[in-house]
C-alpha cells in the first residue's frame, strides 16, 4: 500500500513528517492519515510525492500494467490464476522483482 511506502521513503531519507508535509504544502496530519493508509492522496499529492522521491506513481500505488492487464500488490500474488501464457507470467514476475 501506498502508506507502507511512503512511510520507507520518508525514513530512509531521515526525513520528518512535518518535512514532507513542508515539501508537499500539506499537514503533518495527512501526512500521518497516508503512512497509516487511512487516506488516499489526491493523484496531484501522488505525484508531489513521487517527484520529491524520485520514483513513479506506479512504484507508490504498487501497480504494475503489463501487457495490458493491471497488476497491484493486492492481486500480485494471483498472477499464476490468470489466463495468461507461461512467458508472459515470467516477464511480470521478473519486472515486479526488479522494480522491489
Same mark, same amino acid.
Given at each position: 500500500?501506498?502508506?507502507?511506502?511512503?512511510?520507507? !521513503?520518508?525514513?530512509?531519507?531521515?526525513?520528518?513528517?512535518?518535512?514532507?508535509?513542508?515539501? =508537499?504544502? =500539506?499537514?503533518?496530519?495527512?501526512?500521518? &492519515?497516508?503512512?497509516?493508509?487511512?487516506?488516499?492522496?489526491? !493523484?496531484?499529492? &501522488?505525484c508531489k510525492?513521487?517527484?520529491?522521491? *524520485?520514483?513513479?506513481? *506506479?512504484? =507508490?500505488?504498487?501497480?504494475?500494467?503489463?501487457?495490458?492487464?493491471?497488476?497491484?500488490?493486492?492481486? #500480485? *500474488?494471483? #498472477?499464476?490464476?490468470? *489466463? &495468461?501464457?507461461g512467458a !508472459?507470467?515470467?516477464?511480470? #514476475?521478473?519486472?515486479i522483482i526488479?522494480?522491489?
Amino acid at each position: 500500500m501506498i502508506g507502507e511506502r511512503l512511510f520507507k !521513503m520518508r525514513k530512509e531519507r531521515k526525513m520528518k513528517q512535518e518535512e514532507l508535509a513542508e515539501i =508537499l504544502s =500539506l499537514s503533518k496530519y495527512s501526512i500521518s &492519515l497516508y503512512e497509516n493508509n487511512k487516506s488516499v492522496p489526491s !493523484m496531484e499529492t &501522488l505525484c508531489k510525492i513521487a517527484e520529491t522521491f *524520485d520514483v513513479s506513481v *506506479d512504484y =507508490l500505488k504498487e501497480q504494475w500494467i503489463y501487457a495490458g492487464h493491471c497488476f497491484t500488490g493486492e492481486n #500480485i *500474488d494471483r #498472477i499464476g490464476e490468470r *489466463d &495468461l501464457p507461461g512467458a !508472459m507470467k515470467r516477464k511480470i #514476475i521478473k519486472e515486479i522483482i526488479r522494480r522491489r
